[in-house]
């Protein structure tokens, strides 16, 4: 069963988050990330959303979702962002 990673996100330092991102996108791929959505127009149909990016990565399973967060490579990219970003994050099951 896939799990997914869904960030909501707003940019608060533009260039110190692309190292973020420079480091993040090599350890998707090691744990089988599969990226399907990432920034791009967004329609809020009900309720308030106070962010202004969302990322929707898709993994094999939760667990591989859970090994990728707690990778030591992914936490160097976390420590990349810090001051970057209000960064949200949650891991779901998907069907």
Known sequence: MPGYLVSLINITDPEKYKEYGR??????AKFGGK???RGG??????GSLNHARMVIVEFPSVE?????YNSPEYSAAREAREGAAD?????????
Do not use: D, Q, S
């Not at 127009?41 to 009900?46: G, K």
């Not at 949650?90 to 069907?95: A, K, L, P, R, S």
């Open 64 to 68: 591989a979702a859970k090994n990728f």
């Open 41 to 46: 127009e967004r329609t809020v149909m009900e």
């Open 87 to 95: 960064f949200n994050m949650m891991i779901t099951e998907g069907i």
């Open 35 to 37: 990226v399907l959505a």
């Open 23 to 28: 480091l993040a996108g090599p350890v998707l």
